[in-house]
């Protein structure tokens, strides 16, 4: 006698894909802050499930999503400016007077200003000892060190050497000669830093979002770039994963 197997009915259920960048704001690209988080609550009202957001890696070449410098880090101009200034690590006078176009994303003006307010950031939390922050920071750098020191090197000497392509790198640290890693980390160590602060304050974001996804039962689903971007940290750590040459 065959068994009769039952099976629980699926839940019939739809949602939208809309990728952050594209959210409204002042700020001249759609980010983590409370425009997403109104977006989740338009999305329950509206009875929908799922919010398909696509890739959030930092951006390379093009300032496309699918060429990221790393599988494992947050893109950070998607850091939204309203959040950073609740937690008191920028002024309400770094968010006047700013006029963004608010029908698409202007990259070369957006980058530099954002910039400049990650590295205000980063120097506002050196400044302040604030103690929570700090807390959450170092238990932050102790969960992510699988990636995240490497990732901060990667940009800092990216950033040293003009942003070309670690392909285009002086040869000790093409091929991460050791002690010339150890000398940039020792002169280099608040750039080091900086990166580091910047994917702590991306992630404390998106978790936050993702708490207030789950509050409003709206389900994210992820996105990654089908492969690897060859200009990654991910590529240039472990050289060994990829069909590369002995000269890289």
Same mark, same amino acid.
């Given at each position: 006698?065959?068994? /009769?197997?039952?099976? /629980?009915?699926?839940?019939?259920?739809?949602?939208?894909?809309?990728?952050?960048?594209? #959210?409204?704001?002042?700020?001249?690209?759609?980010?983590?802050?409370?425009?997403?988080?109104?977006?989740?609550?338009?999305?329950?009202?509206?009875? *929908?499930?799922?919010? +398909?957001?696509?890739? #959030?890696?930092? /951006?390379? $070449?093009?300032?496309?999503? $699918?060429?990221?410098?790393?599988?494992?880090a947050g893109n950070p101009f998607l850091i939204s400016p309203e959040l950073l200034l609740r937690d008191g690590l920028l002024d309400a006078s770094e968010l006047e007077g700013i006029n963004f176009p608010a029908d698409c994303v202007e990259f070369e003006r957006v980058i530099p200003w954002k910039t400049h307010l990650l590295d205000r950031a980063w120097?506002? $939390?050196?400044?302040?000892?604030?103690? %929570?922050? +700090?807390?959450?920071?170092?238990?932050?750098?102790?969960? +992510?060190?699988e990636w995240l020191g490497d990732f901060a090197l990667f940009m800092a000497i990216k950033e040293a050497y003009g942003n070309v392509s670690w392909q285009q790198w002086p040869a000790e640290f093409l091929f991460r000669q050791p002690q010339a890693l150890d000398r940039f980390r020792q002169e280099k160590v608040d750039r080091i830093g900086r990166?580091? @602060? %910047? *994917?702590? #304050? @991306?992630?404390?974001?998106?978790?936050? #979002?993702?708490? %207030?996804?789950?509050?409003?039962?709206?389900?994210?689903?992820?996105?990654?770039?089908? @492969?690897?971007?060859?200009?990654?940290?991910?590529?240039w750590t472990h050289p060994e994963l990829f069909l590369l040459d002995s000269q890289r």
């Open positions: 006698m065959t068994p /009769t197997i039952y099976q /629980t009915p699926r839940r019939r259920s739809s949602g939208i894909l809309l990728h952050v960048t594209s #959210l409204p704001g002042a700020f001249g690209i759609g980010d983590l802050g409370p425009a997403a988080h109104a977006w989740i609550s338009t999305l329950a009202r509206a009875r *929908q499930t799922w919010w +398909q957001v696509l890739p #959030l890696g930092p /951006t390379g $070449y093009a300032d496309s999503p $699918y060429q990221s410098f790393s599988a494992f120097t506002k $939390y050196q400044e302040s000892k604030h103690f %929570v922050l +700090q807390v959450e920071f170092d238990r932050f750098c102790e969960e +992510q060190v990166h580091k @602060f %910047v *994917q702590f #304050l @991306f992630f404390r974001q998106w978790n936050l #979002l993702k708490d %207030v996804a789950k509050d409003h039962d709206i389900r994210i689903i992820g996105d990654m770039p089908i @492969f690897v971007a060859t200009d990654s940290a991910d590529v």
